[in-house]
């Protein structure tokens, strides 16, 4: 489902070129869970964000199902992540004077579709999310936990193929956190998301399919992480 090739990021200043990302080579599988762990300041973010084509890489490929991604105009590079994409954050990132329905309908008014089947699909996506109740109230009105239900609900509205997480559980105590997992694997093993997840929490990392650490911008060890918590 992904695939990155010989992937590198670098910035520079007039002075200084700091290397985000070296070499990376990695594939990620149809319907894989996959954690990403690391340092602060390694590229874990850095590597995501590339992933779901917010940023450029300096040099490799990038391949996301069948499509090269390389000769994409940036209007083709919006129309695919809005199609095959969806994305959570740590912040939340919803608009306070937009209604929860109306948060979660965001990503479909870049697409051909009536106001009636975006309500539909809006309502079923906070139903799976266990949100039903909320549709009517504003940001200002929910948990974090609930809020970021909501970034959630609003991430698979689309149906996308590929869910990317940036420390989705960052900003929650330890029982949302564990909540915001559940969805998330709910997701995977019911609709066959793909998802990759960055995280600080290795108890958490643990229970997806596969766990990869970054340092200094390489990619420097994977493991089973699912069979890792069988063996404990």
């Known amino acids: 489902m992904i695939s990155l090739s010989n992937l590198c990021k670098s910035y520079r200043t007039s002075s200084v070129e700091t290397l985000a990302l070296h070499n990376i080579n990695l594939h990620i599988e149809t319907g894989e869970f996959v954690s990403v762990m690391g340092p602060s300041g390694c590229g874990k973010s850095t590597m995501l964000n590339i992933m779901g084509l917010l940023d450029q890489p300096t040099s490799?490929?990038?391949?996301?199902?069948?499509?090269?991604?390389?000769?994409?105009?940036?209007?083709?590079?919006?129309?695919?992540?809005?199609?095959?994409?969806?994305?959570?954050?740590?912040?939340?990132?919803?608009?306070?004077?937009?209604?929860?329905?109306?948060?979660?309908?965001?990503?479909l008014l870049y697409r051909s579709m009536s106001r009636k089947e975006r309500k539909r699909r809006a309502t079923e996506a906070l139903e799976r999310v266990g949100l039903l109740a909320r549709l009517n109230h504003f940001p200002d009105q929910l948990s974090g936990g609930q809020r970021q239900r909501v970034a959630v609900a609003r991430a698979i509205v689309g149906q996308p193929k590929v869910l990317l997480a940036d420390e989705p559980t960052g900003n929650l105590d330890s029982a949302m956190g564990k909540e915001i997992l559940a969805i998330l694997k709910q997701l995977n093993e019911e609709m066959g998301t793909t998802i990759v997840m960055v995280t600080h929490d290795e108890k958490m990392a643990l229970e997806?399919?596969?766990?990869?650490?970054?340092?200094?911008?390489?990619?420097?060890?994977?493991?089973?992480?699912?069979?890792?918590?069988?063996?404990a």
């Open 60 to 107: 490799g490929e990038i391949n996301i199902g069948q499509q090269h991604t390389g000769n994409l105009s940036n209007r083709q590079l919006a129309q695919f992540r809005n199609r095959e994409l969806g994305f959570v954050f740590q912040s939340y990132h919803l608009i306070s004077d937009l209604s929860v329905i109306d948060n979660v309908e965001v990503p």
């Open 208 to 231: 997806t399919h596969r766990l990869i650490r970054l340092f200094d911008g390489s990619l420097v060890e994977e493991q089973t992480a699912l069979n890792a918590v069988h063996h």
